[in-house]
């Protein structure tokens, strides 16, 4: 029957009109797909419809278009919503870090308070059950340390210029994203002392550092930085560079310095930092050190009888942590800034033996002004006499340096013979007065322009002079 059916429909003409409407309909539906896909992404445009009464109906609608209208012209405009920066993994774990000390504290002091709970009888089937495994829990923790060990091998990096094997969890990118947040807290922390362009101080510290910048671009990632100077009117002795090129000049350092050759030495260390990604590096460490103390952390807490003997261990762990660790790391990635800060210098032109000047002047300075002097293995900073001595070894080697990058012939006269004259000057003249006036004179001696020095360290004029002078000589 359904034969005969189907049989008369084709013979009759039945079928061709029903597979037509059928296609019809499928288009109209691919249609009204498409306009709603294309009313969804569209952004103040409309497509205009105009409708039409006509015998045309069928046409149109074999092209597409609904009954009773033709689509008229349209364009598109595709809106995207703005992206979203995620935070930077540093800041991140910055946050979690205090949440993780405080979850191993309570989960070592739960542990405590469940084993003090357990009848003694438990307590000795758990101790029988740990000891009859003991292999197997030591072949576990085996395993877990060795895959730990390969999970850092997988983020070993070589340090730009000395090639200095490193770890690092949290690469430069991370933390230039980071730097770009610390900036801006820095530049709405130091909004009223921040000095003008045109100031002399400013001119000379921006001069000195593109001058460091274009001097030494054959560097890896020397010039995909953009080196941006700001400097802030305080009495502080202190600068800093972050990852992402932002230079900070307090004028108490440009007080300290004696010439422009010293502050090219400064600002030269301060560019390696950035440079090599000591920020990145000691974080990398730092967060090691954190999750292995989380461990110490539970297990301090769930040994110790009573929460004033876990307190005790946990500031202990800390102390030992910072003294063992952190703060032999930061003197170590000083020292390395000494040394790529003082091949800056060389390669800029700058006369790198006042570079063990400097330092003389730092520990002459903080002796004088009576500033209470601490052990180097309590401090992050390495010493003013060891750093003296590791730049003294450094010399020959940057005046070798600064030679081969065709440089002007230095002075005969060596600034540390004519520093060491100027403080021997200044012990005789300190003799003669007695007590807190003879402590005076002497300061206002070390202020004063010691005799052969090029600048006076409180004129800044004179130091734009100078820069101007080496940036001239050096380009030509």
């Known amino acids: 029957m359904s034969v005969l059916c189907l049989s008369l429909c084709r013979r009759r003409g039945f079928w061709s009109p029903l597979t037509r409407s059928l296609q019809i309909h499928s288009q109209s539906s691919r249609y009204l797909e498409k306009s709603t896909f294309q009313n969804r992404f569209r952004k103040n445009s409309f497509c205009t419809q105009t409708p039409i009464r006509d015998r045309k109906v069928l046409s149109a609608i074999s092209h597409g278009v609904p009954p009773g209208y033709v689509q008229g012209p349209c364009r598109l405009h595709f809106h995207t919503s703005s992206h979203n920066r995620a935070l930077p993994a540093p800041l991140i774990w910055m946050v979690l870090k205090p949440l993780q000390k405080i979850a191993a504290i309570i989960l070592g002091r739960s542990i405590r308070k469940w084993w003090v709970a357990l009848p003694d009888n438990r307590r000795q089937l758990l101790r029988e059950w740990a000891w009859h495994r003991r292999w197997q829990l030591a072949a576990v923790t085996g395993a877990t340390m060795v895959i730990i060990v390969l999970l850092l091998l997988t983020h070993l990096d070589d340090t730009p210029v000395t090639g200095r094997t490193r770890l690092l969890v949290f690469s430069k990118e991370n933390y230039t994203e980071l730097a770009e947040v610390t900036s801006e807290a820095y530049m709405q922390e130091f909004e009223q002392l921040l000095i003008p362009e045109k100031d002399p101080r400013h001119q000379v510290v921006e001069r000195v550092v593109q ?225 807190e006036v003879g402590q005076k004179v002497a300061i206002m001696s070390l202020h004063q322009k010691p005799a052969g020095l090029s600048v006076a360290p409180n004129n800044p004029n004179m130091l734009e002079v100078e820069a101007s002078k080496m940036v001239n000589v050096t380009v030509e």
Request: net charge neutral; aromatic share 6%.
């Open 211 to 435: 001058h460091l910048a274009q001097r030494n671009k054959d560097i890896p990632g020397m010039s995909d930085v953009t080196w941006t100077v700001h400097v802030v009117q305080s009495p502080e002795i202190n600068a800093f560079v972050l990852p992402n090129g932002k230079v900070f000049m307090f004028t108490g350092m440009l007080e300290a310095v004696a010439d422009v050759h010293q502050l090219t030495i400064v600002l030269g260390h301060e560019m390696a930092h950035a440079l090599l990604g000591h920020s990145a590096e000691q974080a990398s460490l730092s967060h090691i050190l954190d999750l292995l103390s989380i461990l110490f952390l539970t297990a301090i807490w769930a040994v110790c009888p009573r929460d004033s003997l876990a307190l005790l261990g946990q500031w202990a762990q800390g102390k030992l942590t910072e003294l063992i660790f952190n703060r032999p790391y930061s003197r170590k990635l000083e020292a390395e800034a000494d040394q790529v800060g003082l091949q800056l210098a060389a390669k800029a032109c700058a006369d790198v033996r006042s570079g063990p000047v400097f330092w003389q002047q730092m520990e002459i300075r903080d002796q004088l002004r009576g500033e209470p002097t601490f052990p180097e293995w309590l401090s992050t900073h390495p010493s003013h006499r060891n750093r003296v001595s590791q730049l003294e070894r450094l010399i020959p080697q940057a005046l070798e340096l600064r030679e081969s990058c065709v440089c002007p012939a230095l002075p005969a006269t060596d600034p540390r013979a004519i520093f060491s004259k100027s403080v021997r000057a200044l012990l005789e003249t300190s003799k003669a007065p007695k007590g």
